[in-house]
């Protein structure tokens, strides 16, 4: 391989912003093939790589406040590459990739012992407990870059890789090795109507997510940013999505804060 | 021979010697492995060209340019058109689930005739030919019965080619009695012909306010154009404005609000006239604009001082009085604010007391036709057809009088609501036939089961849906229309856009099953019939009469999908009040805050219950699809089961807990619900999502949940006959 | 096949002995009766696994009419790439589509009864031609051409016949056969059975495609040395002691080869 560059592919999300309306949902299921049942009230079998979260305050009307929180795969880097679900995988079915820094899943690969889904602190893991039936007709709008995955094995957000790959092969076409930074979108970013998403490589300081948090590199990735913050940041995942509110009980809620614990420092 | 069980196993380890030195059992191994990760049942997409095509959503009011990305002649994925002034690239979730529309099984194929009861769902499959020739036999036949009044036809949709020619047919053939279906749209357009004394659409500067005062609308829960709202908001989010959110629910503006202003529902107009008189008191209001330009402003300032000073505002709504004050002082002292109404989406025009209140503040503001501020538009006049001539049947027909009685002693466009209620009731002259295009009034209509009462007493209902819904279902012939990815339109005045605009809806890809444009339908049924009604339709087809429509800017519209006055900004108050001042006291707003009655006493039915809108329930003619209700969260549906969001403490008081069963009854009908304990409703309030539990006509779309239409007893503003009703009384006790 | 036939042979002997077996002889044929049978099944096996196995294993349907490379190739100036072209947005076209032919052969030719069908049966009724494509992957696989065939790809510029061999000079297209089981092409396992091959085109599994991308790996760490001794030493190495420098490190964590994404949707 000619000199590849390492990039860590990332995601900012502005929950101020965030209006919870759910296009991201969809503009994923959409570009990722991600099939639907009758009935997909219970979350727990309903696949959905990117989910919105309801957040709340916990405090009485009419001081009861609401937020949400889209939650993709969060692509952790862990200690060099070892995120917890590519460390426990048996079958070599999820990888973690220097060039890019997405974690990677092969369902042809997995073979279903979910282990993964137990090592993901985020639950951004979901198995396909069925075989995916599209109704007469639907299958139309399947998307040729991802395949459908069948029963039995584990699926999850892969920051629209396939669309790296497109705007790969347009690069190479054009005598070009390298992205710029409009290239390369996630289906759920160029969807998103508030403009709360915001996708990019965070090693890279041109890109406007390495700008949003300004993450500092010494120190696992932490935004320097006094309103960014990332899930469960005290576990050492260095997740790769952060995530931006000016609400201090939004990003409290990030972590596991104990009660009556100090308010959240900033970094 | 003596072949003994030695020379057996030797044979049979011979031969698992060999199998093992042959390329079998691992070549087997191999490709058993791939053939169970390759199930032959999965589907497989097939590869090819990438090709996007430009065209216009029509899902919903809001006009946002869409990009349908296609693999040869497949559309693969619907995404938002970049650099479009609507939304940019933007795309809300029922936007870009439209393939689901387009390719669902709840598609119509092919023109039907009802066999069974109504309702019952066995249909016959009949030929264009045949299903044209019946509904013109049918149509001839009432007109030389000499009763072509009796014939009925609504419209999803108000401006646009499409209205103008089933509105043209219905002139031309003879019958008064073409509606659309109003909206908050309608309510802004009265409030402006009331107040401003002239006929315009209400279109909204968010992109320049700095201060957005919103009574309930639901700036990023679907009102307006969903996508545009968004985008504002997220400017307002970065800085560039605040909000303030009067709703008696945390709904999801209120909660991305600035200030949440929790308000006893109905209420919102007494808040208003509050507000106004604080910024009247204080002498804050535009005295420039109000000098020059307004009449009855003493009238309106008596009745405001006398009535509605912050205490008594206080006690009406439940809004601490301190806030009315502050409020009132931001508000007036923002450089370019906006109050806004229309509740959740808008889609349930509402109480012009309230509306007139509201755009009172704007006056008081001095925004009306401002930067920031909300603007007169002209109505879309490019539609410039002469006539049409009608015949001494269309003239004796066209004099009748409309069964809905818009237009003449009420100034509503459109009252179907009051239509249904008189063709239910058999007053006035028969029905005897109904043509129903991009509605679907068997469900959306409030308190629906008197549309049912109606269609019961028509004897030969036509739907133009593509997709089986609550109304095709219930027709005696369903002439499936393309559906917006296979046909031509034009989309002009996308809700709230503050820009004379047209949007082009076109072909993404050519019909999937046997269909017809409706447009197509109604000149092909004009020409059959003849005479002046043939005159009247002189195009080939819909396609010819589009573009001789739009003239010159039909290639603009096919080369950049749309046509935008860029220049445009709306007229100054010199032109636009100089002769014809802005009126504080048009009927409606003149006697200050006049409640809208719900349905139901206080005693049987303790509770309120509101209807609220989510992004996630579509609650228009186009139902859910499936991946929108896979979005919709399990404190919201759960099972099919719906959930009433209630107050702890109020939920405490009946002996519910989170998702407990429960049952909902209202004085219009009952409903099993589960409740969800929500800290965000105000005690004493219940609220549940419009556009759950349509008819199952398919499994995987819309069955969900319970639909609050029947629950919702209609209610007619006083002013307009507009539906008004905003909520209901209601009981809720454990199942 | 000698040993059988001296095993054939040794049969009849055998047999013919059998009447008059002592218990000793009887222990003794016994013994041979026992190697003749494993012989037996082990040559049976054998037959099964190499011979009758793979005819069953795989199918075959014929194209739905003959093509000739060779006369297309001919004709055309930029070679394989005039009708297997790249779109714009990079991707791979594949087999042509009618419009692509519909140029030369709107109308009948020549005598060619091929070029009959052609055009009769897929040109004037606008039918795409159901191609079966002997170098088609199963769903999973992401390939991309341009990233193997641009020289400013991460992988050095290869040409056509590197992977699907001189199919451009064929003149005639054989049976497609696919494996009963998974219904993948022939072509991907190899014709040989046993999954030898002497080209680089003659299987394209997952493991050849990872060969290559090693030595590609190699390469390119190879380049990264930068001191004249330390690649000296290096180049030394690989004569003497072949294979065993590890190759390049790749992108994966998990293999340290490329990332499982690179190949795999």
Redesign the interface.
Same mark, same amino acid.
């Given at each position: 391989?000619?000199?590849?560059t390492?990039h860590r592919y990332g995601m900012v999300i502005?929950l %101020?912003?965030c209006?919870? /309306?759910?296009?991201c949902? !969809?503009?994923c299921?959409? +570009?990722n093939?991600v099939p639907?049942r009758?009935?997909?009230? %219970?979350?727990l079998l309903?696949l959905?790589w990117m989910r !919105?979260f309801?957040l709340?305050n916990?405090? $009485?009307? $009419?001081e009861?406040?609401? /937020?949400?929180l889209p939650r993709p795969c969060m692509h952790c880097e862990g200690d060099?590459?070892?995120s917890p679900c590519?460390s426990v995988?048996p079958a070599?079915?999820? %990888?973690?990739?220097?060039?890019?820094g !997405?974690v990677?899943q !092969?369902?042809?690969?997995c073979f279903g012992c979910r282990y993964c889904m137990g090592a993901c602190p985020y639950k951004a893991r979901l198995f396909n407990w069925w075989? &995916?039936v599209? &109704? %007469?007709?639907? +299958?139309?709008?399947?998307?040729?870059?991802?395949? &459908?995955?069948?029963r039995g094995v584990v699926e999850k957000c892969?920051f629209c890789?396939?669309r790296y790959?497109?705007a790969?092969?347009?690069?190479?076409?054009?005598? =070009? =090795?390298e992205l710029e930074e409009n290239e390369y979108q996630t289906?759920c970013t160029?969807? /998103? &109507?508030?403009?709360?998403i915001v996708f990019g490589d965070l090693n890279n300081p041109h890109h406007q997510v390495h700008q949003l948090v300004d993450p500092d590199m010494a120190h696992g990735g932490r935004p320097r940013n006094p309103n960014a913050f990332r899930i469960l940041e005290r576990l050492g995942t260095n997740p790769k999505v952060y995530y931006l509110s000016s609400r201090e009980w939004v990003r409290r809620s990030g972590d596991n804060t104990i009660e009556g614990e100090g308010k959240l420092k900033s970094h | 021979m003596n072949i003994g069980r030695r020379s057996f196993l030797s044979f049979l380890i011979g031969g698992a010697a060999g199998t093992a030195l042959s390329p079998l059992p691992w070549k087997l191994t191999d490709d058993i492995s791939i053939w169970s990760q390759n199930w032959p049942w999965t589907p497989v997409p097939a590869t090819g060209e990438v090709t996007y095509a430009n065209t216009t959503c029509t899902l919903c009011p809001g006009g946002c340019g869409i990009s349908v990305r296609k693999i040869d002649e497949r559309c693969v994925k619907i995404e938002g058109t970049p650099g479009h002034p609507v939304n940019d690239g933007g795309v809300c979730p029922l936007g870009s689930s439209g393939l689901q529309v387009l390719y669902g099984p709840a598609r119509i194929k092919t023109p039907l005739k009802r066999v069974g009861e109504r309702g019952q769902g066995r249909w016959m499959a009949i030929s264009w030919e045949d299903a044209l020739a019946q509904t013109a036999d049918k149509l001839t036949e009432l007109r030389e019965g000499g009763q072509p009044q009796s014939v009925a036809c609504l419209s999803g949709r108000t401006y646009g080619t499409m209205p103008s020619l089933l509105q043209r047919f219905m002139a031309a053939y003879g019958s008064p009695n073409f509606m659309t279906v109003p909206s908050m749209r309608d309510s802004y357009a009265l409030t402006f012909a009331a107040m401003n004394g002239q006929t315009a659409m209400a279109g909204f500067d968010t992109e320049n306010t700095d201060f957005v005062l919103s009574f309930g609308s639901g700036i990023i829960d679907g009102w307006g154009s969903p996508v545009r709202m968004f985008r504002a908001n997220s400017a307002w989010q970065g800085g560039r404005g605040k909000v303030v959110q009067a709703e008696p629910r945390l709904s999801n503006t209120a909660a991305k609000s600035d200030i949440w202003a929790p308000i006893r529902p109905g209420t919102d107009a007494a808040l208003a006239l509050g507000m106004a008189h604080v910024i009247i008191l204080e002498k804050r209001y535009r005295s420039d604009f109000v000098s020059n330009y307004t009449t009855g402003f003493d009238a309106f300032k008596t009745m405001v001082m006398a009535g509605y000073s912050p205490e008594k505002v206080a006690q009406i709504t439940g809004v601490e009085k301190n806030t009315i004050v502050s409020l009132a002082r931001s508000f007036a002292r923002a450089s370019r604010p906006l109050a806004i109404c229309g509740r959740g989406r808008g889609e349930v025009p509402g109480s012009m007391n309230e509306f007139m209140a509201v755009h009172a503040l704007n006056a008081l503001v001095g925004v009306i036709n401002r930067p920031g501020g909300v603007w007169a538009l002209p109505e879309p006049g490019y539609i410039q057809w002469s006539g049409p001539d009608l015949d001494a049947v269309a003239i004796a027909g066209g004099r009748r009088q409309r069964l809905d009685g818009a237009g003449s002693s009420n100034p509503a466009a459109s009252l179907p609501n009051r239509f249904f209620t008189t063709v239910a009731a058999g007053e006035d002259y028969p029905i005897e036939a109904m043509f129903i295009s991009g509605a679907n009034p068997d469900f959306d209509f409030l308190n629906n089961q008197r549309v049912a009462e109606a269609m019961a007493k028509i004897p030969f209902v036509v739907s133009f849906s593509s997709l089986m819904d609550d109304t095709a279902r219930n027709a005696d012939l369903i002439l499936p229309d393309h559906v917006y990815l296979e046909r031509y339109e034009d989309v002009p005045a996308p809700m709230g856009f503050q820009r004379p605009i047209i949007g082009l809806c076109r072909p993404a890809v050519t019909p999937q099953f046997n269909t017809m444009h409706t447009g197509d339908v109604i000149i092909q049924l004009a020409q059959t019939l003849g005479g002046t009604l043939a005159d009247a339709f002189p195009w080939d087809n819909y396609e010819v009469c589009l573009q001789d429509t739009l003239g010159d800017q039909w290639d603009t519209l096919v080369e950049e999908g749309y046509a935008m006055d860029e220049g445009f900004s709306p007229a100054p108050w010199a032109d636009m009040f100089g002769s014809r001042k802005f009126d504080f006291t048009a009927a409606g707003i003149r006697n200050g805050f006049v409640p809208v009655p719900i349905a139901g006493d206080d005693i049987t039915y303790p509770l309120v219950l509101m209807p609220y809108d989510s992004m996630r329930v579509a609650s228009g003619a186009i139902g859910n699809t499936p991946f929108m209700t896979k979005t919709v969260d399990e404190n919201v549906l759960l099972h099919g089961m719906a959930f009433v969001q209630i107050n702890p403490v109020t939920a405490g008081s009946l002996g519910l807990r989170q998702g407990d069963k429960a049952e909902l009854t209202t004085p219009a009908g009952k409903a099993e619900v589960r409740t969800d304990l929500f800290e965000g409703i105000m005690p004493g309030v219940i609220a549940m999502p419009r556009g759950m539990g349509r008819t199952p006509y398919d499994k995987k779309l819309m069955k969900h949940g319970v639909s609050t239409n029947p629950l919702v007893s209609s209610v007619e503003d006083p002013i307009s006959g507009l539906e008004a009703a905003w909520g209901v009384r209601a009981k809720l006790s454990k199942a | 096949m000698s040993t059988t036939e001296e095993h054939a042979n040794e049969v009849p002997a055998e047999i013919a002995d059998k009447k008059e077996t002592t218990p000793e002889t009887k222990k003794e044929s016994a013994i041979g009766y026992v190697i003749l049978f494993f012989f037996v099944g082990l040559i049976a096996s054998l037959i099964v696994g190499w011979i009758i196995f793979p005819r069953l294993l795989y199918s075959q349907k014929s194209q739905p009419f003959d093509f000739n490379h060779a006369v297309h190739l001919d004709l055309v100036d930029e070679g394989c790439q005039s009708c297997h072209y790249f779109r714009e947005d990079g991707s791979f076209s594949g087999v042509p589509k009618l419009a692509q032919c519909i140029d030369c052969h709107e109308e009948v030719n020549g005598e060619d009864p091929n070029e009959e069908i052609f055009v009769t049966e897929y040109v004037w009724k606008e039918r795409e031609v159901p191609w079966l494509i002997y170098s088609k992957q199963p769903d999973c696989v992401f390939f991309s051409h341009v990233a193997h065939v641009s020289e400013d790809s991460l992988y050095d510029g290869k040409d056509c016949v590197t992977c699907h061999g001189y199919h451009g000079e064929s003149e005639t297209l054989r049976p497609y056969q696919y494996n009963r089981i998974t219904n993948i092409s022939r072509d991907i396992w190899g014709h040989n059975i046993a999954g030898f091959a002497r080209n680089s085109w003659d299987r394209a599994k997952m493991d050849d495609c990872a060969k290559c991308h090693a030595e590609a790996r190699d390469a390119a760490s190879r380049r990264n040395l930068k001191a004249p001794t330390t690649r000296f030493i290096t180049n030394i190495i690989d004569v003497a002691f072949p294979g065993t420098r590890p190759a390049g490190k790749g992108s994966s964590v998990q293999t340290e080869r490329g990332a499982c994404f690179e190949c795999h949707k």
């Open positions: 391989m000619k000199g590849a390492t502005d %101020d912003k209006t919870g /309306c759910g296009a949902m !969809i503009a299921m959409a +570009e093939n639907f009758d009935d997909e009230s %219970d979350k309903s959905t !919105i309801r709340n916990g405090k $009485p009307f $009419p009861a406040d609401v /937020c949400y060099h590459g070892h590519v995988c070599t079915a999820t %990888d973690y990739s220097r060039e890019t !997405i990677s !092969i369902y042809t690969r075989d &995916p599209w &109704p %007469d007709g639907m +299958e139309k709008f399947l998307n040729p870059d991802v395949s &459908p995955r069948v892969s890789y396939n790959q497109l790969k092969n347009k690069a190479f076409l054009e005598g =070009r =090795r289906s160029q969807a /998103c &109507p508030a403009g709360a | - | -």
